[in-house]
Structures are given as structure tokens and as C-alpha cells.
């Protein structure tokens, strides 16, 4: 049983270039969520997808930023025009969500990919 | 706007004793309550959930307590373990259980043997 993955672990650009991750959820689940993490915080919430289709954006998610996840498997998130603000840990989580609610759906979590923009 | 907060930074105690964690939020509408611990260099690893119906959840070592009145809910360890030091996170969520999860700053918690 895998879990969730993600690539790279650690990327280092330069301010102005762009950047892709990759995130492989577990395998059966339907959901998919990035968030990101910068130093004495909290994960933040960015954006969700159930299936293909990408659900909610958070104010967060500057047009910089997007988002894609291809027939429902694997993720991509991609930053153009990187900022040093940019500089975060990403994370992405996968969730199985029933089609008959009721109960909490646990987010499994990546590693992340710790990106520092110079 | 900090809607889950944890006031404590670290949390120091003995191994053997209990690690009481504590977190508050300030919507009402969360429905569901976890508890996360992150290792360095690694993704949250969830722990423990509890329903805003509940006022008690239990896993092993693990408690979650949750009062709703107060908007407070606390994790607690026992016996605490050195494998126990981590940061802990408190997240909620609302719409039933599956949406985003709304994180507090996290608590460094250290098990000294």
C-alpha cells in the first residue's frame, strides 16, 4: 500500500522562473487537496478536487498559481513568475469521500516539496 | 482572522506522564475536529478525529476531548512516549466532514525521557 506522493522533495529556482510539483494520491481515492506551509504556521488550504474537477480555490491561489489534475489521477501545481514570498512548503493530501457523507473524510498527506525561491 | 488556534508553541514533559494538548476555534460551523503530528521532513500524519456531537473520542493512548460551549478541544497522550515529540496540529472542517481542513499554528511537543 502506498501512500501519497510527491516530486520533487526540494526545488530551488530563481525569482521570476516557474516551478511544477507533482503529487500521486492514493490510489482509490477521489479527492484531492494542496495546501502550503510556511515557517511557524499552520497548513493553509489552497485548492481541492474531487475526480478531475477542481472545487474551490482559496484567496490564496493567486493567478500565478494552477492547478490541474488530468483524469483524476495525478496532481500538478504550477507557480509561474516565482516570488521569494513563494518560498513554502507545498503539501497535497487525497481523501476517499463516500457518496454517503456523514463522517469525517481523513486527509492522508505527502511528504510536501519544500521550495525556496532566491 | 485565526479561526483555530493553538496558544501554546511547545510543551514540555516527562516520559510516562500525560501530554495534554489544547486548541480553540471560533466557527461554529466546524463539524469536525483532528489532530495531526508532524514529524521534520514529512506531511501531517493524522491522529484522531472527533464529531462536534461528541464530546469524546479515544484511540489508544490517544483522547480527544471537545467542548463545544467553550469552542475548546484537547488532545491528551498517556502514558507519553519520547516517539510522542512532534508538532501537533489541531484542524477543523466543516459541511459534514469534507472539506478543507482549517489548521491551527501547531504545537511543539517534546517527551523527554
Known amino acids: 500500500d502506498t501512500g501519497v506522493s510527491q516530486d520533487p522533495r526540494h526545488k530551488i529556482t530563481k525569482r521570476g522562473q516557474n516551478v511544477t510539483f507533482r503529487c500521486d494520491p492514493i490510489s482509490e481515492h477521489n479527492r484531492l487537496y494542496w495546501y502550503r506551509q510556511t515557517l511557524g504556521q499552520g497548513p493553509e488550504f489552497l485548492t481541492y478536487?474531487?475526480?478531475?474537477?477542481?472545487?474551490?480555490k482559496s484567496r490564496l491561489l493567486s493567478d500565478r498559481f494552477s492547478a490541474e489534475r488530468p483524469k483524476g489521477s495525478f496532481s500538478t501545481l504550477e507557480i509561474q513568475r516565482t516570488e521569494q514570498g513563494d518560498s513554502a512548503m507545498y503539501l497535497c493530501a487525497s481523501s476517499l469521500r463516500s457518496p454517503l457523507g456523514g463522517s469525517v473524510e481523513t486527509q492522508y498527506f505527502g511528504p510536501g516539496t519544500r521550495l525556496l525561491v532566491l | 482572522d485565526q479561526q483555530v488556534k493553538q496558544n501554546s508553541p511547545s510543551l514540555s514533559v516527562q516520559e510516562g506522564r500525560i501530554s495534554i494538548l489544547n486548541c480553540d476555534y471560533t466557527?461554529?460551523?466546524?463539524?469536525?475536529f483532528l489532530w495531526y503530528k508532524k514529524y521534520p521532513a514529512e506531511g501531517p500524519t493524522f491522529l484522531i478525529s472527533?464529531?462536534?456531537?461528541?464530546d469524546k473520542n479515544e484511540d489508544g493512548r490517544f483522547t480527544v476531548f471537545l467542548n463545544k460551549s467553550a469552542k475548546h478541544l484537547s488532545l491528551h497522550i498517556v502514558p507519553s512516549q519520547p516517539g510522542d515529540s512532534a508538532v501537533y496540529f489541531c484542524a477543523a472542517t466543516g459541511k459534514g466532514g469534507s472539506e478543507k481542513l482549517v489548521f491551527g499554528k501547531g504545537t511543539k511537543l517534546t517527551v523527554n525521557p
Open positions: 466557527n461554529s460551523m466546524f463539524d469536525y
Open positions: 478536487f474531487q475526480n478531475e474537477a477542481q472545487l474551490e
Open positions: 472527533i464529531s462536534s456531537i461528541k
